[in-house]
Nanobody, 123 residues
Framework: QVRLAESGGGLVDEGGSLTLSCAVS????????AAWWRQPPGKGREFVAS????????YYADSVEGRFTISRDNDKNMLYLEMKSLKPEDTAVYYC????????????????WGQGTRVTVSS
């Protein structure tokens, strides 16, 4: 059983920056691909970014490409999402996900999820 716990959310002004963290426990994190998803108010969950188990490859949604950076530290069992140039439309609850896979994980189904951390970007 893999457990994930997000942290680092909060209120930030438009144009500001924030870094989210996801602590992974239960199994060695190096065996899992990982991803960040988000759920804006009143909407469904949407893909943000994904990273392979080694961290060698990452993939981003068009809406965050160039502004967000996903990274991981397998020695510390941590996943990160660095967010810059934040916009009001980035307001959402952000979730981290881990899944046993050798490639990028882009689908919502399957895997293990955290409880989410809320990010609010004020205009």
């Amino acid at each position: 059983q893999v457990r994930l716990a997000e942290s680092g959310g909060g209120l930030v002004d438009e144009g500001g920056s924030l870094t989210l963290s996801c602590a992974v426990s239960g199994r060695p994190f190096s065996g899992y691909a990982a991803a960040w998803w988000r759920q804006p108010p009143g909407k469904g969950r949407e893909f943000v970014a994904s990273i392979t188990w080694s961290g060698a490859t990452a993939y981003y949604a068009d809406s965050v490409e160039g502004r967000f950076t996903i990274s991981r530290d397998n020695d510390k069992n941590m996943l990160y999402l660095e967010m810059k140039s934040l916009k009001p439309e980035d307001t959402a609850v952000y979730y981290c996900k881990a899944e046993e896979a050798l490639v990028l994980v882009l689908k919502e189904d399957g895997g293990y999820w955290g409880q989410g951390t809320r990010v609010t970007v004020s205009s």
